[in-house]
């Protein structure tokens, strides 16, 4: 069985640019959250949504946007690309019946310059 | 608030030797979730282990035990007669228990291992 997938991997883009990472969860799976990773901390909740509705939202700025689509799949977009939103950015899901438990992906690495 | 503190950034230890990763968190919540996942160099998040605040008994699972100490805040993890291929960061979370469909970490900054052979 195919685990969370993110595509990019990798990916550079300069200040101002916009940014979009997708994400598709563990068949079976409705529930995706976002995260982010910046260099030697932990990951930070950026959004959480469950059967194409946004259920929670981290302390992330407006320019910090996600959607999930009909077949669970998610984008999260980043507008007005500023130098520290270089980061790790990790889609995790997760199913109804393991309260808690994230299956998360390999990540999307942005790099701003 | 909640909280997640893993005091240790690094930690170096030699192949064979037992090693304990710790943990500290806060909450007002009475109950929620605690977990432990494994971060490689490749950088996908490797679920390890899920403990909920009602059961306090430690779980050993092949080298890696786990210790939950509610009195003192605490959830510790032990990798017993360590592997280089142990050599990762580890992350303790915390999340709240009847979170519904809502599944929000609160994650601590990381422990990394280096495993030397």
């Known amino acids: 069985d195919a685990g969370v997938t993110q595509s990019p991997t990798h990916l550079i883009k300069t200040r101002g640019q916009h940014v979009t990472l997708r994400c598709s969860p563990i068949?079976?799976?409705?529930?995706v959250s976002w995260y982010q990773q910046v260099l030697g901390q932990g990951p930070q909740f950026i959004f959480q949504?469950?059967?194409?509705?946004?259920?929670g939202r981290g302390n992330f700025p407006d320019r910090f946007s996600a959607r999930q689509f009909p077949n669970y799949s998610s984008e999260l977009n980043v507008n007005a690309l500023l130098l520290g939103d270089s980061a790790l950015y990790l889609c995790?899901?997760?199913?109804?019946?393991?309260?808690?438990?994230?299956?998360f992906g390999e990540g999307s690495r942005l790099t701003v310059l | 608030a909640q909280k997640v503190t893993q005091a240790q950034t690094e930690i170096s230890v030699v192949e064979k030797e037992d090693v304990t990763l710790d943990c500290v968190y806060e909450t007002r919540d009475t109950t929620y979730y605690l977990f432990w996942y494994k971060q490689p160099p490749s950088g996908e998040l490797v679920f390890l282990i899920r403990r909920n605040s009602f059961d306090e008994q430690n779980e050993i699972s092949g080298r890696y035990s786990w210790n939950f100490q509610k009195s003192t805040s605490s959830f510790n993890f032990t990798i017993t007669a360590s592997q280089v291929v142990d050599s990762a960061v580890y992350f303790c979370a915390l999340s709240e228990f009847n979170a519904g469909n809502n599944r929000k970490l609160i994650w601590g900054l990381g422990t990394s291992l280096a495993v030397n052979p």
């Open positions: 995790a899901s997760s199913g109804h019946d393991r309260a808690g438990e994230l299956f």
């Open positions: 949504y469950y059967e194409k509705e946004e259920r």
């Open positions: 068949s079976g799976h409705k529930s």
